[in-house]
Every structure is written in structure tokens, then in C-alpha cells.
């Protein structure tokens, strides 16, 4: 009688050639799972993200006006909201004072934002405490804040004037001069921000190896030499993060604008958000207002492009 034996090769090219049915099924199995744990979030991206987007593209070509919630009608009036924006006089300050809010702001956010976080990376008495503190602005509500420092500047009984007023100085209309305004707004602002650039920053510092610092001081790379070839190009990566993110929300602020000035005086202080703001709910003409904020939608993501394609090119050098 003969016995037949098969190699292990050629049984592991049976296997290989005809796979189990229940491996496929289990493949299967796995793919749907994987499915079903995506499905939800894609719905939620639609619901939340991609419906408010295209709704408000749609009401950007309409008349959309109050009096639509009555007869639900809204004519289609194609891109006439947009030439009525482009050809507004508050159009081009309101583009020039979002720079200079959002240049301003970034800037004394990201610089002293930095400046602390590397004094907080130096451990001594009471630093943890002083760094849970530094997240108060950032805890309060934009409402609150804006109602506090509008006292704090008021031209009359503002705790600041009556503090400079011991050197002799002349009270300072902070929130009444054009001449003076956005930069009141500008410096509640990075007061609100610096938590946020802290926060951020000191975490990048916390993941940067104290060996690197060691053989610099070897090299004699200490203080500012070791910020600059040790500190600053580990620390990259999460200053654009930051940048780009400090971008994206400054752009966009309205509370405290509004809560501050209210888009004055003599709209020295409007920008586009105030703009869309004051189109839809103060004129009530929404299809316009929507128009403001399709212009700040571009304007984050040319911005979230750029970061994009800097970051690419950072990876691929």
C-alpha cells in the first residue's frame, strides 16, 4: 500500500491558492466593522460641517432677508451679494483692519506666549501654579472678558487711566479715539491668546531631549545659542501648528469686538466678521452677511493651504 505525503511547501501553496472559507468571511467581518466605526462621523461631518457650509453658499446667491422666515421665498440673485460686498466703502477697511487685527494679535500672542513658555520650562517654587493661572483669560467667556476690559479702558472711571494718570498722564481714550481703538482691541485680544500659545508651546518644549541640550553645552551652545540650533528647530513643527491656529481663530473674533466697540468708533474697528455680523443680524439682510463669511471661509483655508504645503515641504526636507 502506498502513503501519499505532501511537503510543507506544497500544502502552503494549497492554502495560499485556496483560502479558507471562513477567513474570507472573517476578512469580511473586519471590513464592515471598520466601515460602521467611519460611518458615524462621517454623518456627523455632513450634518455639522457640510450642511451650515452649503447652506451658506446657497443663501450667499439668494435674497435672503427676514422677510423670507415669513413666505419662504428667497430669490435667486446669483453672485449680486457679492458685488454688493466688494463694492461696499466698509469692504476695503474692513479687510485692512482684519490684517492688521489678525497680524497684531498673532504676533504678541505667539512672542510672548513663547517667552513663557520657556521661562516655565525652568522648574521652580510655585510654577505649576502660576501656569494654571495663566489659563484664567482663556477659561472666561469672550463676553465676560470684553465687559471687564471695556471698564478697565474706560476713558472716564477706567482702572487703567487712573493708574497712568499717577505719572501725569493724560487720559488715553482707548475705545472712543479711531486713532486708538484697534489697537485696544488688539491688545485685549493677545491678552485672551496667550494662554493658548503657552499652553502649545510649553508642551513642544516638554518633548525635546534634555540630551540634545547637554551635548550642545559640550559644544559650548548655551542661552541663546541653544534656543537658536537646539530649541527653535525641534520646536517648528508645533510653532506652525500654533500659527496657523492663532490664525484661524483670530480671524473669525467677534465677541470681543463687539462687546469692546461694537465695530466703532466711526468703524474703525470693523472688520469682516463684524461686517457679517452687522449685515445679518442688525440689517437683517442675510444673503449678504452670508457673502462676508464665504470671504472669511477662503481667506482660513488659503491660509490652512499654505500651513499644508509648508508642512509638506518641511517633511520632505
Not at 112 to 118: H, M, N, S
Not at 124 to 137: C, D, H, K, T
Not at 265 to 278: D, M, V
Request: avoid cysteine; glycine fraction near 8%.
Amino acid at each position: 500500500m502506498t502513503r501519499l505525503e505532501t511537503s510543507p511547501r506544497a500544502s502552503s501553496t494549497i492554502e495560499a491558492s485556496e483560502p479558507p472559507v471562513h477567513r474570507r468571511r472573517r476578512w469580511t467581518m473586519e471590513k464592515v466593522t471598520k466601515i460602521l466605526f467611519v460611518v458615524p462621523a462621517g454623518l456627523f461631518l455632513l450634518l455639522f460641517f457640510g450642511y451650515p457650509v452649503v447652506k451658506n453658499v446657497t443663501m450667499s446667491l439668494q435674497e435672503y432677508t427676514s422677510r423670507t422666515f415669513f413666505t419662504g421665498e428667497a430669490p435667486w440673485v446669483g453672485f449680486a451679494n457679492y458685488v454688493t460686498i466688494f463694492t461696499s466703502n466698509l469692504f476695503v477697511p474692513s479687510m485692512v483692519n482684519t490684517a492688521l487685527f489678525t497680524v497684531g494679535s498673532i504676533a504678541g500672542q505667539f512672542a510672548i506666549g513663547l517667552a513663557l513658555a520657556v521661562f516655565f520650562k525652568r522648574r521652580f517654587p510655585l510654577s505649576n501654579f502660576l501656569r494654571s493661572m495663566l489659563l484664567l483669560p482663556w477659561l472666561l467667556p469672550l463676553i465676560v472678558a470684553s465687559a471687564t476690559w471695556r471698564s478697565i479702558l474706560d476713558q472716564d472711571s477706567g482702572v487703567l487711566n487712573q493708574f497712568i494718570g499717577v505719572f501725569g498722564v493724560e487720559p488715553v481714550p482707548w475705545l472712543t479715539s479711531p486713532g486708538v481703538a484697534l489697537i485696544a482691541v488688539i491688545l485685549v485680544n493677545i491678552w485672551i491668546g496667550i494662554p493658548f500659545n503657552v499652553t502649545i508651546l510649553y508642551g513642544g518644549l516638554q518633548d525635546i531631549p534634555e540630551e540634545l541640550y547637554e551635548a550642545g553645552a559640550l559644544d559650548g551652545a548655551t542661552g541663546w545659542a541653544a534656543f537658536r540650533y537646539i530649541t527653535w528647530p525641534n520646536l517648528r513643527p508645533v510653532v506652525s501648528v500654533v500659527l496657523v491656529l492663532g490664525v484661524v481663530y483670530t480671524i473669525k473674533v467677534l465677541d470681543i469686538i463687539l462687546g469692546l466697540t461694537d465695530g466703532g468708533p466711526a468703524n474703525s474697528t470693523q472688520t469682516l466678521s463684524i461686517r457679517s455680523y452687522q449685515e445679518s443680524f442688525v440689517s437683517f439682510e442675510f444673503g449678504v452677511g452670508a457673502a462676508y463669511s464665504n470671504v472669511l471661509i477662503i481667506v482660513s483655508l488659503l491660509f490652512a493651504l499654505i500651513y499644508l504645503r509648508a508642512n509638506r515641504r518641511a517633511v520632505d526636507e
